[in-house]
Protein backbone atom coordinates (compact mmCIF):
# COMPACT_ATOMS: atom_id res chain seq x y z
CA UNK A 1 0.00 0.00 0.00
CA UNK A 2 1.51 3.48 -1.00
CA UNK A 3 1.99 5.53 1.44
CA UNK A 4 1.11 9.44 0.21
CA UNK A 5 1.72 12.36 2.22
CA UNK A 6 -0.22 15.36 2.36
CA UNK A 7 1.04 18.79 2.22
CA UNK A 8 -2.00 21.15 2.71
CA UNK A 9 -4.28 23.49 4.18
CA UNK A 10 -7.40 22.45 6.41
CA UNK A 11 -10.53 22.42 6.31
CA UNK A 12 -12.97 21.40 9.64
CA UNK A 13 -15.94 20.95 7.84
CA UNK A 14 -14.16 18.12 6.39
CA UNK A 15 -14.50 18.68 2.51
CA UNK A 16 -11.25 20.07 1.11
CA UNK A 17 -7.68 20.21 2.09
CA UNK A 18 -6.34 17.79 4.36
CA UNK A 19 -9.37 16.36 5.60
CA UNK A 20 -10.36 15.47 2.30
CA UNK A 21 -6.89 14.11 0.83
CA UNK A 22 -6.75 11.78 3.88
CA UNK A 23 -10.21 10.85 2.39
CA UNK A 24 -9.22 10.61 -1.09
CA UNK A 25 -6.07 8.45 -0.12
CA UNK A 26 -7.70 5.97 1.82
CA UNK A 27 -10.10 5.26 -0.82
CA UNK A 28 -7.73 4.87 -4.00
CA UNK A 29 -5.91 2.44 -1.68
CA UNK A 30 -3.07 4.14 0.12
CA UNK A 31 -2.06 5.19 3.22
CA UNK A 32 -2.30 8.74 4.29
CA UNK A 33 -0.07 11.21 6.30
CA UNK A 34 -0.78 14.63 6.36
CA UNK A 35 1.64 17.95 7.05
CA UNK A 36 -0.48 21.36 8.02
CA UNK A 37 0.38 24.32 5.87
CA UNK A 38 -2.25 26.30 7.13
CA UNK A 39 -5.01 26.34 9.01
CA UNK A 40 -8.07 27.80 7.65
CA UNK A 41 -11.38 28.36 9.27
CA UNK A 42 -14.15 27.81 6.66
CA UNK A 43 -17.03 25.30 5.69
CA UNK A 44 -19.28 24.65 2.71
CA UNK A 45 -19.79 28.49 2.33
CA UNK A 46 -16.30 30.04 2.49
CA UNK A 47 -13.32 30.69 4.17
CA UNK A 48 -13.36 32.74 7.54
CA UNK A 49 -9.92 33.62 8.73
CA UNK A 50 -6.17 31.82 8.07
CA UNK A 51 -3.74 30.69 10.63
CA UNK A 52 -0.15 30.13 9.05
CA UNK A 53 1.92 28.72 11.57
CA UNK A 54 5.34 29.24 11.45
CA UNK A 55 7.50 27.52 8.42
CA UNK A 56 10.15 26.48 10.27
CA UNK A 57 7.33 24.34 12.24
CA UNK A 58 6.17 22.80 8.75
CA UNK A 59 9.75 22.30 8.14
CA UNK A 60 9.58 19.85 11.37
CA UNK A 61 6.07 18.23 10.09
CA UNK A 62 8.12 17.42 7.14
CA UNK A 63 11.27 15.93 8.75
CA UNK A 64 9.29 13.92 11.28
CA UNK A 65 7.67 12.29 8.64
CA UNK A 66 10.63 11.60 6.02
CA UNK A 67 12.95 11.20 9.00
CA UNK A 68 11.15 7.87 9.45
CA UNK A 69 8.86 6.57 6.79
CA UNK A 70 9.97 5.40 3.41
CA UNK A 71 7.25 8.34 1.21
CA UNK A 72 5.93 6.69 -2.02
CA UNK A 73 4.01 9.91 -3.34
CA UNK A 74 3.57 13.44 -2.34
CA UNK A 75 0.29 15.80 -3.07
CA UNK A 76 0.98 19.20 -2.56
CA UNK A 77 -2.52 21.45 -1.76
CA UNK A 78 -2.52 25.08 -0.55
CA UNK A 79 0.81 26.88 0.56
CA UNK A 80 -0.86 30.30 1.02
CA UNK A 81 2.60 32.18 1.48
CA UNK A 82 5.80 32.65 -0.59
CA UNK A 83 8.11 31.51 2.51
CA UNK A 84 5.35 28.41 3.26
CA UNK A 85 6.43 27.34 -0.26
CA UNK A 86 9.54 27.77 -0.83
CA UNK A 87 10.06 25.20 2.31
CA UNK A 88 7.96 22.23 1.26
CA UNK A 89 10.26 23.45 -2.58
CA UNK A 90 13.38 23.24 0.01
CA UNK A 91 12.40 19.89 1.38
CA UNK A 92 11.89 18.39 -2.04
CA UNK A 93 15.09 18.62 -3.04
CA UNK A 94 16.77 16.79 -0.03
CA UNK A 95 14.15 14.25 0.16
CA UNK A 96 13.32 13.68 -3.64
CA UNK A 97 10.27 11.04 -3.17
CA UNK A 98 9.15 9.26 -6.21
CA UNK A 99 5.79 11.31 -7.69
CA UNK A 100 4.79 14.72 -6.54
CA UNK A 101 1.56 15.33 -7.36
CA UNK A 102 1.18 19.67 -7.25
CA UNK A 103 -2.80 21.13 -7.10
CA UNK A 104 -1.52 24.90 -7.45
CA UNK A 105 -4.65 26.01 -5.20
CA UNK A 106 -5.10 29.94 -5.73
CA UNK A 107 -8.89 30.49 -4.69
CA UNK A 108 -11.26 28.55 -3.09
CA UNK A 109 -14.90 27.72 -4.68
CA UNK A 110 -16.19 30.22 -2.86
CA UNK A 111 -13.81 32.52 -4.06
CA UNK A 112 -11.59 33.48 -1.32
CA UNK A 113 -7.91 33.77 -2.03
CA UNK A 114 -5.59 31.10 -0.83
CA UNK A 115 -2.34 32.15 -2.31
CA UNK A 116 -0.85 35.45 -1.39
CA UNK A 117 -0.28 37.29 -4.59
CA UNK A 118 4.01 37.44 -3.67
CA UNK A 119 3.38 33.89 -3.71
CA UNK A 120 2.85 32.82 -6.86
CA UNK A 121 6.45 33.65 -8.24
CA UNK A 122 7.49 30.80 -5.46
CA UNK A 123 4.90 28.27 -6.68
CA UNK A 124 6.60 28.47 -10.24
CA UNK A 125 9.75 27.57 -9.12
CA UNK A 126 8.03 24.82 -7.34
CA UNK A 127 7.02 23.81 -10.57
CA UNK A 128 10.27 22.70 -11.86
CA UNK A 129 10.21 19.98 -9.00
CA UNK A 130 7.04 18.31 -9.64
CA UNK A 131 5.71 15.52 -12.02
CA UNK A 132 1.89 16.53 -12.46
CA UNK A 133 1.10 19.62 -12.21
CA UNK A 134 -3.52 20.01 -11.43
CA UNK A 135 -4.49 23.41 -12.31
CA UNK A 136 -8.22 24.74 -12.64
CA UNK A 137 -8.64 27.20 -15.88
CA UNK A 138 -8.25 29.94 -13.75
CA UNK A 139 -5.12 28.99 -11.84
CA UNK A 140 -3.63 27.57 -15.20
CA UNK A 141 -4.33 30.81 -16.74
CA UNK A 142 -2.08 32.82 -14.03
CA UNK A 143 0.67 30.53 -13.80
CA UNK A 144 1.37 31.14 -17.44
CA UNK A 145 0.32 35.21 -16.72
CA UNK A 146 -1.98 34.74 -19.30
CA UNK A 147 -6.11 34.81 -19.68
CA UNK A 148 -8.38 32.41 -19.07
CA UNK A 149 -9.14 30.13 -21.56
CA UNK A 150 -12.64 30.10 -22.72
CA UNK A 151 -12.82 27.01 -24.79
CA UNK A 152 -11.76 23.20 -24.36
CA UNK A 153 -9.18 23.91 -27.37
CA UNK A 154 -7.87 26.66 -25.67
CA UNK A 155 -7.43 25.22 -22.20
CA UNK A 156 -5.40 22.35 -24.40
CA UNK A 157 -2.95 24.74 -25.85
CA UNK A 158 -2.35 26.29 -22.71
CA UNK A 159 -1.56 22.77 -20.97
CA UNK A 160 0.76 21.96 -23.68
CA UNK A 161 2.25 26.05 -22.85
CA UNK A 162 2.78 24.96 -19.35
CA UNK A 163 4.37 21.67 -19.99
CA UNK A 164 6.39 22.84 -21.98
CA UNK A 165 7.74 25.01 -20.23
CA UNK A 166 8.33 23.62 -16.62
CA UNK A 167 8.93 19.82 -18.50
CA UNK A 168 6.23 18.20 -16.14
CA UNK A 169 2.99 16.23 -17.02
CA UNK A 170 0.23 19.20 -17.03
CA UNK A 171 -3.66 17.63 -15.82
CA UNK A 172 -5.81 20.10 -17.49
CA UNK A 173 -9.15 20.00 -15.46
CA UNK A 174 -12.38 21.55 -17.50
CA UNK A 175 -14.48 22.10 -14.60
CA UNK A 176 -14.90 25.70 -14.64
CA UNK A 177 -16.34 24.76 -18.66
CA UNK A 178 -20.13 24.90 -19.01
CA UNK A 179 -21.86 21.96 -21.07
CA UNK A 180 -22.77 18.49 -20.25
CA UNK A 181 -19.16 16.80 -19.77
CA UNK A 182 -16.44 17.44 -17.64
CA UNK A 183 -13.70 16.93 -19.91
CA UNK A 184 -10.05 16.26 -18.09
CA UNK A 185 -6.97 15.98 -20.63
CA UNK A 186 -3.09 14.97 -19.34
CA UNK A 187 -0.62 16.94 -21.44
CA UNK A 188 2.86 14.75 -21.29
CA UNK A 189 6.13 16.37 -22.69
CA UNK A 190 7.64 13.54 -25.18
CA UNK A 191 11.10 15.01 -24.51
CA UNK A 192 11.23 15.54 -28.46
CA UNK A 193 9.50 18.88 -28.29
CA UNK A 194 6.05 17.59 -28.44
CA UNK A 195 3.21 16.55 -26.04
CA UNK A 196 1.01 13.38 -25.57
CA UNK A 197 -2.32 14.32 -24.68
CA UNK A 198 -4.81 11.80 -23.59
CA UNK A 199 -8.33 13.02 -23.05
CA UNK A 200 -10.37 11.54 -20.49
CA UNK A 201 -13.95 13.15 -20.32
CA UNK A 202 -17.01 12.20 -18.02
CA UNK A 203 -20.46 13.59 -17.40
CA UNK A 204 -21.07 16.45 -15.87
CA UNK A 205 -23.24 15.82 -12.46
CA UNK A 206 -25.86 18.13 -12.12
CA UNK A 207 -24.77 19.24 -8.28
CA UNK A 208 -24.07 21.79 -6.16
CA UNK A 209 -21.77 19.54 -3.65
CA UNK A 210 -18.43 19.84 -5.03
CA UNK A 211 -16.10 21.85 -2.31
CA UNK A 212 -12.81 19.93 -2.61
CA UNK A 213 -12.85 18.34 -5.76
CA UNK A 214 -9.77 20.07 -7.14
CA UNK A 215 -8.02 18.28 -3.64
CA UNK A 216 -9.79 15.21 -4.09
CA UNK A 217 -9.00 14.21 -7.52
CA UNK A 218 -5.38 15.27 -7.26
CA UNK A 219 -5.01 13.18 -3.93
CA UNK A 220 -6.05 10.21 -6.14
CA UNK A 221 -3.77 10.72 -8.86
CA UNK A 222 -0.62 10.74 -5.97
CA UNK A 223 -1.83 7.93 -4.95
CA UNK A 224 -3.14 5.62 -7.92
CA UNK A 225 0.07 6.55 -10.20
CA UNK A 226 2.33 5.06 -7.01
CA UNK A 227 -0.32 2.08 -7.35
CA UNK A 228 0.19 1.90 -11.12
CA UNK A 229 3.18 3.58 -12.38
CA UNK A 230 0.67 5.03 -15.28
CA UNK A 231 -0.41 8.73 -15.88
CA UNK A 232 -3.10 7.73 -18.20
CA UNK A 233 -4.20 4.62 -15.72
CA UNK A 234 -4.12 6.65 -13.19
CA UNK A 235 -6.38 9.47 -14.59
CA UNK A 236 -9.20 6.58 -16.09
CA UNK A 237 -9.50 5.25 -12.64
CA UNK A 238 -9.21 8.13 -10.70
CA UNK A 239 -11.86 10.29 -13.05
CA UNK A 240 -13.82 6.94 -12.53
CA UNK A 241 -13.77 7.43 -8.88
CA UNK A 242 -14.16 11.18 -8.67
CA UNK A 243 -17.43 10.56 -10.64
CA UNK A 244 -19.10 8.19 -8.15
CA UNK A 245 -17.89 10.76 -5.32
CA UNK A 246 -19.82 13.14 -6.95
CA UNK A 247 -23.06 11.07 -8.22
CA UNK A 248 -23.68 10.41 -4.51
CA UNK A 249 -22.61 13.69 -3.05
CA UNK A 250 -26.04 14.64 -2.86
CA UNK A 251 -26.90 11.94 -0.11
CA UNK A 252 -24.58 13.64 2.14
CA UNK A 253 -25.99 16.11 4.27
CA UNK A 254 -23.04 18.37 5.30
CA UNK A 255 -23.76 22.05 5.30
CA UNK A 256 -26.10 23.98 3.22
CA UNK A 257 -23.50 25.98 0.86
CA UNK A 258 -20.80 24.11 -1.61
CA UNK A 259 -21.14 20.51 -0.15
CA UNK A 260 -18.62 17.61 -0.31
CA UNK A 261 -18.14 14.84 -2.29
CA UNK A 262 -18.68 11.20 -1.42
CA UNK A 263 -15.13 9.71 -1.33
CA UNK A 264 -16.29 6.44 0.51
CA UNK A 265 -19.78 5.67 -1.34
CA UNK A 266 -18.22 3.35 -4.08
CA UNK A 267 -15.88 1.53 -1.72
CA UNK A 268 -18.82 0.66 1.11
CA UNK A 269 -20.98 -0.21 -1.78
CA UNK A 270 -18.81 -2.42 -3.18
CA UNK A 271 -17.03 -3.62 -0.26
CA UNK A 272 -13.70 -4.29 1.09
CA UNK A 273 -12.29 -5.96 -1.90
CA UNK A 274 -8.79 -7.33 -1.68
CA UNK A 275 -6.10 -5.50 -3.70
CA UNK A 276 -5.37 -6.88 -6.74
CA UNK A 277 -2.37 -7.67 -7.85
CA UNK A 278 0.86 -5.59 -9.57
CA UNK A 279 -0.20 -2.45 -11.71
CA UNK A 280 -4.24 -2.72 -10.91
CA UNK A 281 -6.13 -0.61 -9.31
CA UNK A 282 -9.00 -0.94 -6.72
CA UNK A 283 -12.18 -2.41 -7.93
CA UNK A 284 -13.83 -0.92 -10.36
CA UNK A 285 -11.67 1.69 -11.77
CA UNK A 286 -9.94 0.15 -14.25
CA UNK A 287 -9.85 2.03 -17.51
CA UNK A 288 -11.83 0.85 -20.01
CA UNK A 289 -11.28 3.20 -22.46
CA UNK A 290 -8.60 3.39 -25.25
CA UNK A 291 -5.61 6.22 -25.12
CA UNK A 292 -2.79 7.63 -27.18
CA UNK A 293 -0.21 7.09 -24.72
CA UNK A 294 2.49 4.88 -26.18
CA UNK A 295 2.41 1.63 -24.15
CA UNK A 296 -1.04 2.26 -22.12
CA UNK A 297 -3.49 -0.07 -22.42
CA UNK A 298 -5.74 -0.26 -25.68
CA UNK A 299 -9.34 -0.12 -25.12
CA UNK A 300 -11.37 -2.92 -24.14
CA UNK A 301 -12.51 -4.12 -20.77
CA UNK A 302 -9.87 -5.54 -18.09
CA UNK A 303 -8.88 -8.77 -18.97
CA UNK A 304 -10.55 -11.63 -17.51
CA UNK A 305 -9.03 -14.98 -16.83
CA UNK A 306 -10.16 -18.41 -15.79
CA UNK A 307 -10.94 -18.54 -12.29
CA UNK A 308 -9.27 -21.78 -10.31
CA UNK A 309 -12.63 -23.22 -10.55
CA UNK A 310 -13.02 -23.61 -14.25
CA UNK A 311 -15.36 -20.46 -14.48
CA UNK A 312 -14.84 -17.10 -15.64
CA UNK A 313 -13.55 -14.21 -12.81
CA UNK A 314 -15.13 -11.19 -11.80
CA UNK A 315 -14.33 -8.45 -14.93
CA UNK A 316 -13.19 -5.83 -11.86
CA UNK A 317 -14.34 -4.41 -8.81
CA UNK A 318 -18.03 -4.49 -9.04
CA UNK A 319 -18.53 -7.36 -10.52
CA UNK A 320 -16.10 -9.20 -7.94
CA UNK A 321 -18.31 -7.74 -5.20
CA UNK A 322 -21.83 -8.97 -6.77
CA UNK A 323 -19.86 -12.34 -7.18
CA UNK A 324 -19.01 -11.78 -3.64
CA UNK A 325 -22.00 -11.26 -2.19
CA UNK A 326 -23.71 -14.02 -4.05
CA UNK A 327 -21.16 -16.87 -2.95
CA UNK A 328 -23.28 -18.12 -0.32
CA UNK A 329 -26.03 -18.59 -2.03
CA UNK A 330 -24.31 -20.62 -5.27
CA UNK A 331 -23.08 -22.57 -2.68
CA UNK A 332 -26.02 -24.07 -1.76
CA UNK A 333 -26.39 -24.97 -5.36
CA UNK A 334 -24.23 -28.03 -5.36
CA UNK A 335 -25.91 -29.24 -1.98
CA UNK A 336 -28.91 -29.48 -4.10
CA UNK A 337 -30.53 -33.13 -4.74
CA UNK A 338 -30.58 -32.55 -8.41
CA UNK A 339 -27.02 -31.03 -8.49
CA UNK A 340 -25.34 -34.03 -6.59
CA UNK A 341 -27.34 -36.81 -8.74
CA UNK A 342 -26.32 -35.13 -11.92
CA UNK A 343 -22.60 -35.45 -10.86
CA UNK A 344 -22.57 -38.81 -9.41
CA UNK A 345 -25.17 -40.15 -12.08
CA UNK A 346 -27.91 -40.80 -9.50
CA UNK A 347 -30.50 -38.65 -10.91
CA UNK A 348 -33.68 -40.26 -12.12
CA UNK A 349 -34.54 -40.32 -15.91
CA UNK A 350 -37.56 -38.75 -15.54
CA UNK A 351 -35.86 -36.03 -13.65
CA UNK A 352 -33.60 -35.32 -15.89
CA UNK A 353 -36.25 -34.91 -18.48
CA UNK A 354 -38.34 -32.84 -16.53
CA UNK A 355 -35.33 -30.22 -16.46
CA UNK A 356 -34.29 -30.77 -19.70
CA UNK A 357 -37.82 -29.71 -20.97
CA UNK A 358 -37.96 -27.00 -18.59
CA UNK A 359 -34.70 -26.07 -20.14
CA UNK A 360 -35.48 -25.90 -23.76
CA UNK A 361 -38.96 -23.76 -22.32
CA UNK A 362 -37.22 -21.40 -20.36
CA UNK A 363 -33.81 -20.76 -23.45
CA UNK A 364 -37.55 -19.19 -25.32
CA UNK A 365 -37.96 -16.42 -23.16
CA UNK A 366 -34.01 -15.81 -22.25
CA UNK A 367 -33.48 -15.41 -25.80
CA UNK A 368 -36.02 -12.79 -25.80
CA UNK A 369 -34.32 -11.12 -22.84
CA UNK A 370 -31.34 -11.28 -24.69
CA UNK A 371 -32.64 -9.76 -27.82
CA UNK A 372 -34.18 -6.90 -25.66
CA UNK A 373 -31.22 -6.61 -24.52
CA UNK A 374 -29.66 -5.90 -27.72
CA UNK A 375 -32.46 -3.42 -28.90
CA UNK A 376 -31.49 -1.63 -25.76
CA UNK A 377 -27.47 -1.81 -26.02
CA UNK A 378 -25.98 1.33 -26.18
CA UNK A 379 -22.59 0.26 -27.68
CA UNK A 380 -22.16 -1.49 -31.16
CA UNK A 381 -20.17 -4.26 -29.60
CA UNK A 382 -23.19 -5.20 -27.12
CA UNK A 383 -25.99 -5.16 -29.07
CA UNK A 384 -23.56 -7.83 -31.84
CA UNK A 385 -22.80 -9.14 -28.17
CA UNK A 386 -26.45 -10.31 -27.05
CA UNK A 387 -28.09 -10.65 -30.27
CA UNK A 388 -25.55 -13.37 -30.90
CA UNK A 389 -26.87 -14.77 -27.50
CA UNK A 390 -30.41 -14.81 -28.73
CA UNK A 391 -29.70 -16.44 -31.70
CA UNK A 392 -27.58 -19.23 -29.41
CA UNK A 393 -29.48 -19.68 -26.87
CA UNK A 394 -32.86 -20.70 -29.39
CA UNK A 395 -30.12 -23.06 -31.15
CA UNK A 396 -29.47 -24.40 -27.98
CA UNK A 397 -33.44 -24.79 -27.39
CA UNK A 398 -33.52 -26.94 -30.99
CA UNK A 399 -30.80 -29.07 -30.27
CA UNK A 400 -32.63 -29.98 -27.06
CA UNK A 401 -35.60 -31.23 -28.96
CA UNK A 402 -33.56 -32.96 -31.71
CA UNK A 403 -30.81 -34.32 -30.02
CA UNK A 404 -32.57 -34.75 -25.99
CA UNK A 405 -36.10 -34.38 -25.93
CA UNK A 406 -37.27 -36.86 -29.45
CA UNK A 407 -40.11 -39.17 -28.73
CA UNK A 408 -37.68 -41.88 -27.32
CA UNK A 409 -36.85 -39.52 -24.14
CA UNK A 410 -40.35 -39.54 -23.84
CA UNK A 411 -40.34 -36.57 -21.20
CA UNK A 412 -43.30 -35.04 -23.11
CA UNK A 413 -42.13 -32.04 -25.44
CA UNK A 414 -43.73 -33.00 -27.67
CA UNK A 415 -46.56 -31.07 -25.87
CA UNK A 416 -44.54 -27.63 -25.06
CA UNK A 417 -44.06 -27.81 -29.13
CA UNK A 418 -47.24 -28.00 -30.25
CA UNK A 419 -48.99 -24.95 -27.65
CA UNK A 420 -49.97 -22.03 -29.67
CA UNK A 421 -46.97 -19.67 -31.00
CA UNK A 422 -46.76 -17.10 -28.19
CA UNK A 423 -47.88 -19.10 -25.13
CA UNK A 424 -44.91 -21.31 -25.16
CA UNK A 425 -44.69 -20.95 -20.80
CA UNK A 426 -47.79 -22.46 -20.42
CA UNK A 427 -46.00 -26.14 -20.16
CA UNK A 428 -43.59 -24.20 -17.68
CA UNK A 429 -43.15 -25.14 -14.30
CA UNK A 430 -43.78 -22.34 -11.24
CA UNK A 431 -39.92 -21.91 -11.15
CA UNK A 432 -39.61 -21.41 -14.93
CA UNK A 433 -42.54 -19.17 -15.01
CA UNK A 434 -41.79 -17.08 -12.47
CA UNK A 435 -37.80 -17.07 -13.83
CA UNK A 436 -38.95 -15.61 -16.86
CA UNK A 437 -41.00 -13.05 -15.48
CA UNK A 438 -38.04 -12.00 -13.83
CA UNK A 439 -36.19 -11.83 -16.98
CA UNK A 440 -38.87 -10.05 -19.28
CA UNK A 441 -40.57 -7.84 -16.71
CA UNK A 442 -40.05 -4.82 -19.61
CA UNK A 443 -42.40 -2.38 -18.23
CA UNK A 444 -41.14 -1.46 -14.44
CA UNK A 445 -38.81 0.99 -16.25
CA UNK A 446 -39.04 4.04 -17.76
CA UNK A 447 -35.65 4.95 -18.92
CA UNK A 448 -33.63 2.74 -21.92
CA UNK A 449 -30.97 2.39 -20.31
CA UNK A 450 -31.82 1.62 -16.81
CA UNK A 451 -33.96 -1.10 -18.39
CA UNK A 452 -30.84 -2.39 -20.33
CA UNK A 453 -28.99 -2.37 -17.17
CA UNK A 454 -31.39 -4.51 -15.14
CA UNK A 455 -31.50 -6.94 -18.22
CA UNK A 456 -27.93 -7.51 -18.18
CA UNK A 457 -28.16 -8.12 -14.78
CA UNK A 458 -31.10 -10.62 -15.00
CA UNK A 459 -29.68 -12.63 -17.84
CA UNK A 460 -26.09 -12.57 -16.06
CA UNK A 461 -26.36 -15.66 -13.95
CA UNK A 462 -27.75 -17.56 -15.96
CA UNK A 463 -24.20 -17.41 -18.17
CA UNK A 464 -22.00 -17.18 -14.92
CA UNK A 465 -23.32 -19.15 -12.51
CA UNK A 466 -24.40 -21.91 -15.24
CA UNK A 467 -20.20 -21.51 -16.41
CA UNK A 468 -19.42 -22.92 -12.83
CA UNK A 469 -22.15 -25.17 -11.94
CA UNK A 470 -20.97 -26.71 -15.21
CA UNK A 471 -17.55 -26.57 -14.40
CA UNK A 472 -17.54 -28.28 -11.40
CA UNK A 473 -19.81 -31.25 -12.89
CA UNK A 474 -17.93 -31.79 -15.87
CA UNK A 475 -14.85 -32.66 -13.85
CA UNK A 476 -16.93 -35.43 -12.32
CA UNK A 477 -17.82 -36.85 -15.98
CA UNK A 478 -16.39 -39.78 -16.89
CA UNK A 479 -16.82 -42.34 -20.14
CA UNK A 480 -19.35 -44.46 -18.08
CA UNK A 481 -20.99 -41.49 -16.38
CA UNK A 482 -25.37 -42.54 -17.56
CA UNK A 483 -25.13 -38.32 -18.20
CA UNK A 484 -21.86 -38.22 -19.87
CA UNK A 485 -22.64 -36.36 -22.92
CA UNK A 486 -24.91 -33.69 -21.36
CA UNK A 487 -22.20 -32.52 -18.85
CA UNK A 488 -19.89 -32.88 -22.33
CA UNK A 489 -22.24 -30.02 -22.99
CA UNK A 490 -20.53 -27.67 -20.11
CA UNK A 491 -17.18 -28.00 -21.63
CA UNK A 492 -17.97 -25.98 -24.27
CA UNK A 493 -15.03 -23.39 -24.79
CA UNK A 494 -17.21 -21.07 -26.69
CA UNK A 495 -19.49 -20.51 -23.43
CA UNK A 496 -16.84 -20.17 -21.33
CA UNK A 497 -15.73 -16.88 -23.86
CA UNK A 498 -19.30 -15.92 -23.89
CA UNK A 499 -19.69 -15.65 -20.13
CA UNK A 500 -16.37 -14.07 -20.04
CA UNK A 501 -17.83 -11.02 -22.19
CA UNK A 502 -21.06 -10.84 -20.80
CA UNK A 503 -19.42 -10.44 -17.20
CA UNK A 504 -16.97 -7.83 -18.92
CA UNK A 505 -20.09 -5.89 -19.90
CA UNK A 506 -22.01 -6.15 -16.65
CA UNK A 507 -18.80 -4.66 -14.91
CA UNK A 508 -19.16 -1.67 -17.69
CA UNK A 509 -22.89 -1.71 -16.91
CA UNK A 510 -22.14 -1.65 -12.83
CA UNK A 511 -19.59 1.38 -13.65
CA UNK A 512 -22.53 3.61 -15.21
CA UNK A 513 -24.91 5.46 -12.74
CA UNK A 514 -26.21 4.73 -9.48
CA UNK A 515 -29.42 3.57 -11.19
CA UNK A 516 -28.53 2.01 -13.30
CA UNK A 517 -26.02 -0.01 -10.94
CA UNK A 518 -28.71 -0.57 -8.76
CA UNK A 519 -30.98 -1.82 -11.28
CA UNK A 520 -28.35 -4.16 -12.37
CA UNK A 521 -27.29 -5.11 -8.58
CA UNK A 522 -30.98 -6.04 -8.44
CA UNK A 523 -31.73 -7.87 -11.14
CA UNK A 524 -28.40 -9.72 -10.70
CA UNK A 525 -28.82 -10.77 -7.20
CA UNK A 526 -32.74 -12.16 -8.45
CA UNK A 527 -31.77 -14.32 -11.02
CA UNK A 528 -29.08 -16.27 -8.90
CA UNK A 529 -31.94 -16.72 -7.03
CA UNK A 530 -33.93 -18.25 -9.65
CA UNK A 531 -31.13 -20.24 -11.06
CA UNK A 532 -31.29 -21.92 -7.62
CA UNK A 533 -34.36 -22.49 -8.25
CA UNK A 534 -34.47 -23.48 -11.08
CA UNK A 535 -31.94 -26.37 -10.06
CA UNK A 536 -33.85 -27.27 -7.06
CA UNK A 537 -37.32 -27.70 -9.32
CA UNK A 538 -35.23 -29.95 -11.10
CA UNK A 539 -36.26 -32.89 -8.69
CA UNK A 540 -40.01 -32.06 -8.76
CA UNK A 541 -41.37 -33.87 -12.16
N1 LIG B 1 -20.15 18.77 -11.92
C1 LIG B 1 -19.15 17.96 -12.21
N2 LIG B 1 -19.38 16.72 -12.68
C2 LIG B 1 -18.38 15.86 -12.98
N3 LIG B 1 -17.09 16.19 -12.80
C3 LIG B 1 -16.78 17.41 -12.33
C4 LIG B 1 -17.78 18.36 -12.02
N4 LIG B 1 -17.17 19.48 -11.57
C5 LIG B 1 -15.85 19.25 -11.59
N5 LIG B 1 -15.60 18.00 -12.06
C6 LIG B 1 -14.33 17.34 -12.17
O1 LIG B 1 -13.70 17.55 -10.92
C7 LIG B 1 -12.31 17.75 -11.08
C8 LIG B 1 -11.92 19.11 -10.50
O2 LIG B 1 -12.19 20.02 -11.50
P1 LIG B 1 -12.21 21.59 -11.39
O3 LIG B 1 -11.89 22.12 -12.73
O4 LIG B 1 -13.51 22.02 -10.78
O5 LIG B 1 -11.01 21.85 -10.41
P2 LIG B 1 -10.87 22.76 -9.15
O6 LIG B 1 -11.48 24.10 -9.40
O7 LIG B 1 -9.46 22.71 -8.76
O8 LIG B 1 -11.74 21.99 -8.10
P3 LIG B 1 -12.34 22.62 -6.75
O9 LIG B 1 -13.84 22.58 -6.95
O10 LIG B 1 -11.92 21.72 -5.67
O11 LIG B 1 -11.77 23.98 -6.61
C9 LIG B 1 -12.08 17.58 -12.57
O12 LIG B 1 -11.79 16.22 -12.84
C10 LIG B 1 -13.39 17.95 -13.18
O13 LIG B 1 -13.54 17.41 -14.48
C1 LIG C 1 -7.37 24.04 2.71
C2 LIG C 1 -8.06 24.15 1.40
N1 LIG C 1 -7.43 23.73 0.30
C3 LIG C 1 -8.04 23.80 -0.90
C4 LIG C 1 -9.29 24.35 -1.00
C5 LIG C 1 -9.93 24.46 -2.35
O1 LIG C 1 -11.07 23.66 -2.50
P1 LIG C 1 -12.39 24.26 -3.11
O2 LIG C 1 -12.01 25.05 -4.33
O3 LIG C 1 -13.25 23.11 -3.47
O4 LIG C 1 -12.99 25.14 -2.05
C6 LIG C 1 -9.93 24.79 0.18
N2 LIG C 1 -11.16 25.32 0.16
N3 LIG C 1 -9.28 24.69 1.35
Request: with cysteine; proline share 6%; glycine share 12%.
Amino acid sequence: MPRVLSIAGTDPSGGAGIQADLKSIAATGGYGMAAVTALVAQNTHGVRSVHTPPADFLRQQLEAVSDDVVIDAVKIGMLGTAEVTQTVTGWLAEVRPPVVVLDPVMVATSGDRLLSTGAEKALRQLLHRVDLVTPNLPELAVLLHEDPAQTWDQALDQGRRLAGTYSTAVLVKGGHLTGDAAPDALVVPDGGGGFAVTEVSSVRVATKNTHGTGCSLSAAMATLFARTGNWVRTLTAAKAWLQETLETADLLDVGTGHGPVNHFHGVWERGLAPLPGPAAVPGGFLPTVGSEEPGAEGPGPVSTSAAPGGSPAPAGGWTAALWKETAGLRSRIDELDFVRGLGDGSLPQESFGFYLTQDAIYLRGYARAMARASELAPRLQEQVFWAAGARNALEAELDLHRNWLGPAGGTGVEQVLSVPAGTDVAAAGPVTRGYLEHLLARDRYAEDRIEYARLVGAVLPCFWVYAEVGARLQRLNHTAHPHREWLDTYADPGFAAATEQAVAILETVLAGDVAERRAAQEAFTGSVQWEHDFFAAGTLP
